[in-house]
């Protein structure tokens, strides 16, 4: 049987936004285009495609060339973090958005769906598009870079260098004042973000959701640092993190539960136990995934967005675009959504390389390089 040719195709940004969604979008209709298939630019993620009238925009190759959205943060495609609700259809239930979907496909006459999200929106996406019964190819982004089966996501390399730079600013300020500075960062419940941070930035400790910790093992750390000479001490912590005993920290904050204040209770926690620190913490939130994306980002989203394209035009539907060795490998969408979050790996090179250069991780084995 003959394959029908794709006419048409969409493609749309769901869940939080980050740095380098903009270069999937260019590449996925820069490539459609030499195939002589139409974009369309869905907004606000499924919220377009929900909602009456539809939202969305045809995408042609002028609309990059006469502005560089490729060079700004953010989704020119708009986005939708809860990933499944259309602003206007909140009282709908899960069946009907998803029969909305299926008659929005059929009537913009959509041949395949290129989505760019994280984890929970791509579940969603991938569950729309199979009873829409419309081939679909996901391409992962998130700064806290726990996409399964990829090494990186998109945004992650532009927020790791955030972070980086910010240590760079705080360990300055730090050795001036003789301070403790501590950076929490973003990451949900992995720490790829701050273990990466803490080892391209020289942090004395890193405090991760993977490995527990002790408030003990820290003053000791801080203590070690004077005793060899050093009047200052960077500490880099994930948002994740629990508190020694386990707990998570956590407050109810607007619509749900969100991490609350890793840093702040750090460095409260130091206070009680000494004054012979003076700490200050910087919560760096948002800005991690803000800002002109780099380099790293920008590559692989455009090899995502082009070999998305490509399968899409082959034929093939539920996968996701993965990075894997340099090279971008496509991993069945129904293998990704049925494994868990990707970790910091305890055994891998990261973690042996801090224990190696003396960091306080937590209370894990001093296993080294
Ligand atoms: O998943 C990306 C992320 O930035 C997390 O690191 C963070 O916990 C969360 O999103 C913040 O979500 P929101 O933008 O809804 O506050």
Redesign the pocket.
């Known amino acids: 049987m003959t394959r029908k040719k794709m006419k048409r195709i969409a493609v749309l940004t769901t869940g ?1 936004d980050c740095s380098g969604l903009n270069s999937v979008i260019r590449s996925v209709v820069i490539s459609a285009t030499e195939l002589g298939i139409e974009v369309l630019g869905i907004r606000n993620a499924s919220d377009g495609l929900l909602s009456d009238p539809y939202q969305y925009e045809v995408l042609s190759v002028k609309k990059f060339v006469n502005f560089p959205y490729e060079r700004m943060g953010g989704t020119m495609l708009g986005t939708n ?1 809860s990933s499944a609700g259309a602003a206007g259809s909140k009282n709908v239930d899960d069946k009907q958005k998803i029969k909305i979907f299926a008659k929005a496909v059929k009537a913009l006459k959509i041949d395949g769906i290129v989505t760019v999200g ?1 984890d929970g929106g791509t579940s969603i996406m991938a569950e729309y598009c199979t009873k829409a019964g419309v081939p679909m190819i996901a391409v992962p982004k ?3 870079n726990d996409t399964p089966y990829t090494e990186q996501a998109v945004g992650f390399a532009t927020a790791r260098e955030i972070c980086v730079e910010a240590l760079d600013r705080l360990d300055t300020t730090a050795a001036s004042h003789h301070r403790v500075m501590i950076l929490e960062v ?3 419940s992995a720490g790829h973000i701050a273990l990466h941070t803490a080892i391209a930035g020289g942090a004395d400790i890193c405090l991760i959701p993977e490995v527990r910790y002790s408030y003990k093992g820290v003053i000791k750390k801080l203590e070690s640092v004077r005793k060899a000479g050093g009047k200052h001490s960077l500490i880099v912590v994930a ?1 994740g993190i629990k508190t020694e005993d386990g707990k998570p920290l956590v407050a109810q904050k607007g619509d749900g539960l ?2 609350a204040g890793a840093g702040d209770f750090l460095q409260e926690r130091i206070n009680s136990m000494t004054n012979a620190f003076v700490v200050r913490t910087t919560v760096l939130g ?1 800005v991690q ?1 803000g800002g002109t994306p780099y380099a790293l980002d920008r590559l692989i989203a455009t090899c995502f967005g082009a070999k998305a394209v490509q399968m899409l035009s082959e034929g093939k539907s539920y996968y996701m675009t993965t990075w894997q060795g340099n090279k971008v490998v496509p991993v069945p969408l129904d293998k990704v959504v049925k494994t868990s979050t990707s970790k910091v790996d305890i055994k891998g090179d990261f973690v042996k390389t801090a224990l190696s250069l003396g960091m306080y991780i937590g209370d894990v084995k001093p296993v080294r390089c």
Request: hydrophobic content about 15%; overall charge positive; proline content about 0%.
């Open positions: 939080g973090s994280g998130t700064i806290d973003m990451g949900r948002e969100r991490y948002h995934r």
